[in-house]
């Protein structure tokens, strides 16, 4: 079992670039998929960007492709989303969660992760 820590969010201004981080710990990252998800205030949970094992088959919304990076460091059992040019509809809570590789690459469900972080708060002035 592995407990998930985000951390890097912060308040920022619309155009800016935040990077959060996710760190494992009590077992290694290596063995799962991982992704990062976005819950708008009042709104449900949805995926942001997600990564294989082994760094393969990074995906991504539509809404964050071209602005949002996601990698890992399976050494440092951390998992990372650079975002950049934030605007206000990026605000809100990021979660990043892990799952077994029951597939290829990582899935766009929620109910498919098995560990989540307690969440990083994100706020975007415009």
């Known amino acids: 079992q592995v407990h998930l820590e985000e951390s890097g969010g912060g308040l920022v201004q619309a155009g800016d670039s935040l990077r959060l981080s996710c760190t494992a710990s009590?077992?290694?990252?290596?063995?799962?998929?991982a992704a990062w998800f976005h819950q708008p205030p009042g709104k449900e949970r949805y995926f942001v960007a997600g990564i294989s094992k082994m760094s393969s088959s990074p995906s991504y919304a539509d809404t964050v492709e071209g602005r949002f990076t996601i990698s890992r460091d399976n050494a440092k059992n951390t998992l990372y989303l650079q975002m950049n040019n934030l605007q206000p509809d990026d605000a809100g809570e990021y979660y990043c969660a892990a799952s077994r590789p029951y597939y290829s690459g990582p899935s766009s469900f929620a109910r498919s992760y098995e560990y989540w972080g307690q969440g990083t708060q994100v706020t975007v002035s415009s």
């Open positions: 009590g077992g290694s990252f290596d063995p799962y998929h």
